[in-house]
């Protein structure tokens, strides 16, 4: 792999989950800018998705191990979560597409609580997925800085960090009532989206860290 690649792949993996968040932080940012990220965000992933295009092609070679058909069904259910919530998010459009979408369709409460619910599912699968791959994106990291093994962090340091992620990413996934939202009750706010928008935003970054925890567990155990 050359050092051109790492660096664009570096750039589309540290942008996927910083505009995640964004997209997700709705209550905090205006709504035209919502929907541009959001539309922004689909961008960025087609553009992961055209970077590992090989993946697709490969899933009729080989053979299909526990570990191999985790990965593909977090993956599946990924990209269907995606174009799910992406389409529900069109369907109730108040700006980029309101023109081209019928007004039933934008009244929709259901379509609405399919956008707003399932994008938590979003945030658990990318934990997981990122998880899965966490030790060969960390060696492409290392690598395209030219990380000296000794000097990366501290043992100590990564089991604070480890510990402040699983507290606080339990946490929001209570004060943001995540499993309500997946079973599709009808929640219009919760505690946390009366937090500041700063605050907010940590709660789902600790959120998508604690499911990237878990995605490195489950990596580690089917190897």
């Given amino acids: 792999m050359n050092e051109q690649k790492i660096s664009k792949q570096m750039v589309v993996t540290i ?43 490969g899933l009729r070679q080989g053979s299909w191990k526990a570990g191999r058909v985790i990965n593909t069904l977090v993956n599946i259910l990924l990209l269907v979560l995606v174009l799910v919530v992406i389409g529900a998010g069109i369907g109730i459009s ?14 929709s409460i259901t379509i609405h609580q399919f956008h707003v619910s399932l994008g938590y599912g979003i945030i658990i699968l990318c934990g997981i997925h990122w998880g899965l791959h966490w030790k060969g994106w960390l060696g492409q990291w290392k690598k395209g800085l030219n990380i000296d093994k000794s000097v990366w962090i501290r043992p100590w340091y990564k089991y604070c960090l480890v510990a402040i992620i699983i507290i606080v990413g339990i946490y929001s996934s209570i004060i943001n009532q995540v499993g309500n939202r997946l079973l599709m009750k009808h929640i ?25 925890l878990v995605g490195v567990v489950i990596g580690r155990v089917i190897r």
């Avoid at 108040?94 to 009244?107: K, S, T, V």
């Avoid at 219009?188 to 604690?210: E, H, K, N, Q, V």
Wanted: proline share 5%; glycine share 6%; hydrophobic share 55%.
């Fill in 15 to 57: 942008l996927l989950p910083i505009m995640l968040i964004l997209v997700m932080c709705f209550h905090h940012i205006p709504k035209l800018l919502h929907e541009i990220i959001g539309v922004a965000w689909l961008l960025l992933m087609g553009v992961h998705i055209y970077q590992h295009r090989r993946w697709f092609s």
């Fill in 188 to 212: 219009f706010a919760t505690a946390a989206t009366s937090l500041p928008g700063g605050a907010y935003a940590i709660l789902l970054a600790c959120l998508l860290g604690l499911y990237v």
């Fill in 94 to 107: 108040n700006y980029l597409f309101r023109e081209i979408i019928p007004l039933d369709i934008q009244r």
